[in-house]
Structures are given as structure tokens and as C-alpha cells.
Nanobody, 118 residues
Framework: QVQLVESGGGLVQTGGSLRLSCAAS????????MGWYRQAPGKEREFVAR????????YYADSVKGRFTISRDNAKNTVYLQMNSLKPEGTAIYYC???????????WGQGTQVTVSS
């Protein structure tokens, strides 16, 4: 079983920055693909960024490329999302996501609220 706990959300002005963290329990973190998704009010959950295990290749939604950076620290069982140049449309609940390679399961955190004021 994997538990994911996000932190780092909050209120920020347009153009500001935040860094989200997701701490994972269990021993599968280093062999898990990790990602961030977000869900704005009245909208479906959408992909934001992903980082693979092993080759640490990263992927981003077009809407955040060049502004967001996903990274991981396997020694700390933590994945990060550095968000720069935030826009009001970035207001959403941000969720951490894990897909351990050894299983077909997936795990979600409880989410952290990010609010970008204009």
C-alpha cells in the first residue's frame, strides 16, 4: 500500500511561485512513475507533469511547459512540483499520483489547494 501526502499549496499572486511536495510511504517509490494532476472547480482532473523512475524522463502538459518543473528525491521518497509564473487559470486542487512499476495499481494523494489571485 502506498500513501501520498501533498503539501505546499496556498494563495499566490499572478506571476508568483510555489513548490509542491508529495511524500510517499512504502518501499516502492524509487520504482514508481510519479506525477501531478490538477482539478479546477467545475472541470475534470487534468494531467500536469510526470517523472519516470529509472531514466527520470519528464513530461509536461503544454499549458505548463517552461513554467513548471517536476523532480524527485528517491532518498526522501518525495516528488516536487516547482511552479513559476503562475496564472489565475492555475487555480485548482493539485493531486500527486503514483504508478509503481511492479503492480497495475495506482495511488492518489488527498490534494493540496493552489489559488492564484489576479
Amino acid at each position: 500500500q502506498v500513501q501520498l501526502v501533498e503539501s505546499g499549496g496556498g494563495l499566490v499572486q499572478t506571476g508568483g511561485s510555489l513548490r509542491l511536495s508529495c511524500a510517499a510511504s512504502g518501499r516502492t517509490f524509487s520504482r514508481s512513475h510519479m506525477g501531478w494532476y490538477r482539478q479546477a472547480p467545475g472541470k475534470e482532473r487534468e494531467f500536469v507533469a510526470r517523472i519516470r523512475w529509472g531514466d527520470i524522463r519528464t513530461y509536461y502538459a503544454d499549458s505548463v511547459k517552461g513554467r513548471f518543473t517536476i523532480s524527485r528525491d528517491n532518498a526522501k521518497n518525495t516528488v516536487y512540483l516547482q511552479m513559476n509564473s503562475l496564472k489565475p487559470e492555475g487555480t485548482a486542487i493539485y493531486y500527486c499520483h503514483s504508478t509503481p512499476i511492479a503492480t497495475t495499481g495506482e495511488y492518489w494523494g488527498q490534494g493540496t489547494q493552489v489559488t492564484v489571485s489576479s
